[in-house]
């Protein structure tokens, strides 16, 4: 699959472009809404449990990235899943991982129009609402259909025009701010109690989901192997540096009182007025469009991924596994995914997905840990193997110092070694955590959705496979 993925699907993601569908997976609805809960689960603590569980959350991002470095090709967990558990495990992976993907475009389509609908009542009625949804579902699948290019070029343009206006919001904000007061209040910070920061840390670790957009697309992906860690690390750094300015800023600008609006509304209208917060608003359907642009884009890889794995057999398999000739794109998979996000976004029914939509891409994020781990174990297997075979092959060294080969190990090097040894399981006690923290109809909901993809595999593609390998 991997020879054949990528010579099928071009090179149209450059350092920048992966950077971007970072900085989109992670940036969309949730920033508009999150300074207040922040700010009334942890008060003047709030901007700071953005930098610690940041860091936390840096852990299970490293994972990704060297992952993505391992299996350069489109799919990322799908692909991750299948090497290190084999097609019954990756097609479980992907079958949740996609409906958790795909609830979000469909709940983000509402979210887009909620905040449209400031400006423009009528999105938000009725037969306009419908329509609406239709149109961006269109322009969707359209703008992925015709090329990746397009789509990346419309993600720059989308990308410029949603952090412009935080840059000045942030920028005058803090221009306008009494720092001597602000730093006096900021220096009288009580940290709060383990519990309450547990509920704030699960709504930090909520707007980091996300950022693993960038490795599904790997096998369009220009030299993967050091573009997607590099913009995994330094992107997800940078937002957790971000979203730690505007916490900072709303708590010193607003504090805990309960906005009317949407909280960087709020901010932005008692920053510039009522100009400011309609700029905000239209910041807000950009930032939730970037969001969807982003997710189509990875989204659709997975299901010509699975295809292509021979995960989805037959006429389905090999529809969903076919690339345009003219813009080499995964159409049928594009179009497949706009039309079912479209179709829930019409009828509401996403609603019922989305209560375990969370869960699943968790669970998907420890899957992929444990991978890394098995890797890292088979690498360290490879070498102690390889370095009996090379000191049998030496002559006996006799001197004191020559005895003990172990002894030149302890070095600068090992100790990074152990690091990177380490690093996955920091990442899997994250996921750990933040998976015990789920309610229990989350964990009805996601079973049901195994149970499903269990009997599809088993009695539908798991016979395929086995004609197609026979």
């Known amino acids: 699959m991997s020879s054949e993925n990528k010579s099928l699907l071009t090179k149209g993601i450059g350092g920048i472009g992966a950077a971007l569908l970072v900085l989109n997976g992670l940036i969309g609805a949730g920033i508009f809404a999150l300074p207040a809960k922040m700010a009334a689960e942890l008060g003047a603590f709030s901007p700071y449990i953005f930098l610690i569980f940041g860091t936390l959350m840096l852990a299970i991002v490293w994972c990704f990235g060297q992952l993505a470095a391992l299996y350069q090709e489109t799919g990322g967990p799908v692909v991750y899943a299948q090497k290190g558990f084999g097609d ?87 221009w306008q701010l009494d720092f001597s007061t602000a730093l006096t209040r900021s220096s009288e910070t009580v940290v709060p109690a383990f519990d309450t920061i547990s509920a704030g840390a699960l709504l930090t670790l909520y707007a980091f989901i996300g950022f693993e957009t960038v490795v599904v697309t790997s096998g369009e992906t220009s030299s993967p192997k050091k573009t997607i860690p590099r913009a995994l690390m330094l992107t997800v750094s940078g ?95 594009i179009l497949v995914l706009g039309l079912f996000a479209g179709a829930m976004a019409l009828s509401g029914s996403f609603v019922w997905l989305a209560i375990s939509s969370v869960l699943a891409r968790l669970v998907v994020y420890a899957v992929c840990v444990v991978v890394l781990m098995k890797a890292q174990r088979a690498s360290l297997q490879r070498a102690s193997l390889q370095s009996a075979s090379s000191q049998s092959s030496l002559q006996p060294i006799t001197s004191e110092k020559g005895a003990y080969p172990e002894d030149a190990t302890a070095t600068p090097a090992s100790s990074v070694k152990l690091i990177r040894r380490l690093i996955p399981f920091v990442a899997l006690a994250v996921c750990a955590w933040s998976i015990a923290q789920s309610s229990t109809n989350a964990w009805l909901f996601l079973l049901g959705e195994l149970v499903v993809g269990a009997l599809l595999y088993f009695f539908y593609f798991a016979p395929s496979n086995k004609e197609s390998k026979g």
Not at 162 to 171: C, E, H, R, S, Y
Request: with cysteine; net charge positive.
């Open 239 to 333: 937002i957790a540096i971000f979203y730690f300015c505007v916490q900072w800023l709303y708590w010193q600008t607003v504090g805990p009182a309960k906005p009317d609006s949407a909280p960087l509304i709020a901010l932005a209208n008692m920053i510039f007025g009522e100009t400011g917060a309609l700029i905000m608003t239209l910041t807000a359907v950009v930032s939730v469009a970037g969001n969807l642009l982003a997710n189509m884009i990875s989204t659709s890889r997975l299901t010509f991924s699975m295809a292509r794995q021979s995960l989805i057999p037959g006429k389905l398999g090999s529809v969903l596994g076919r690339v345009h000739t003219a813009f080499a794109t995964p159409y049928f998979s």
């Open 88 to 174: 019954a495990a990756a097609f479980q992976t992907g079958f949740i991982y996609y409906l958790a993907r795909a609830t979000a475009i469909a709940a983000n389509m509402h979210v887009l129009l909620l905040y449209a609908g400031y400006v423009w009542p009528e999105l938000n009625a009725g037969i306009g609402k419908s329509f609406a949804i239709i149109a961006l579902t269109t322009a969707l699948i359209v703008v992925n259909i015709v090329g990746l290019k397009a789509a990346m070029r419309s993600l720059d343009t989308i990308s410029v025009l949603k952090l412009l206006p935080f840059v000045a919001l942030i920028a005058v904000g803090y």
